[in-house]
């Protein structure tokens, strides 16, 4: 099947503003399941545009900007060849089985930073550690009970909420659930790391939260599975319909966009964003 993604990201300022170097990671991943037919990438500001592999392996585009400006486009038009994935098509080596994973010396030296914990926060029973259980069930009751207990509110703008600000508050974007599961995961002795991406639905009825704008969701390393994706917000393992851009440790790592204005004041600045996902017949 063939999807064209057309994605905008618009950045006004209420002045002339000298801009930091932009890194952009709105690149589709490429893998078995996801080849791209064509791709048309731009940055408008008469921006220097250099193409990057980062440490996590995204496809980035660094920008760099010569000269002050009042806005700047970032721009990408993609059409993709997707294959159907099934999200549960993987056998899991006998140290996998359960969680938490007896992760081999050979897998520990490479997951080390995706087992370590972020946070201190109390954990909820479905969430939290509580003996040896059976690796796939555990993780969907974890996935299936985030969807069911926090209710999803966009908010275009800003960092994760803490994990315990969401628990307390049960709601939240989609950027805030992955923060949860990551903790949630790692106290559970399981590797995870974060991912950013596009979400799409096939159907018109199908009803998936964040295809609207790009989504967020978590990968965690399951032994003879390698990375598997997660979405909590959803409330499923991921399939082909989650178009991963990006993946790393923390949010800004898997950031769409990063960098900064320089100026003599604080200057007010406005950002729009616009995303089509649709089948290219």
């Known amino acids: 099947m063939l999807i064209r993604i057309d994605y905008c990201a618009d950045y006004e300022y209420g002045d002339q503003v000298s801009l930091s170097p932009h890194v952009i990671r709105i690149f589709p991943r490429r893998d078995m399941f996801v080849h791209s037919v064509d791709l048309a990438f731009q940055c408008s500001g008469d921006a220097d545009i250099q193409f990057r592999r980062d440490l996590f392996d995204n496809e980035t585009a660094y920008c760099f900007f010569p000269a002050a400006v009042h806005a700047f486009q970032v721009t990408l038009r993609a059409t993709l060849e997707l294959k159907p994935r099934n999200a549960l098509h993987f056998l899991l080596d006998s140290h996998g089985v359960q969680i938490p994973p007896d992760y081999s010396d050979e897998e520990l030296v490479q997951l080390q930073t995706y087992l370590a914990g972020t946070h201190t926060v109390a954990l909820p029973a479905p969430l939290s550690p509580s003996g040896r259980r059976p690796t796939v069930d555990t993780l969907m009751a974890m996935v299936r009970w985030m969807n069911e207990q926090i209710t ?19 709601k939240g974007t989609c950027r805030d659930y992955t923060a949860l599961l990551l903790e949630a995961l790692r106290q559970n002795g399981v590797a995870a790391r974060l991912v950013s991406g596009y979400l799409w639905k096939d159907q018109p009825s199908e009803q998936r939260i964040g295809e609207d704008d790009l989504h967020a969701w978590v990968e965690a390393y399951l032994p003879g599975a390698g990375w598997i994706g997660l979405d909590p917000t959803n409330g499923t393992f991921c399939d082909h319909h989650a178009i991963a851009t990006a993946a790393g440790l923390t949010p800004d790592d898997i950031a769409p966009v990063s960098g900064t204005y320089y100026g003599m004041q604080q200057i007010p600045s406005r950002l729009s964003t616009r995303l089509s996902i649709q089948a290219d017949e």
Do not use: F
């Open 152 to 170: 999803y509110e966009r908010r275009d703008e800003g960092p994760p909420l803490p994990p315990e600000q969401l628990l307390a508050q049960r």
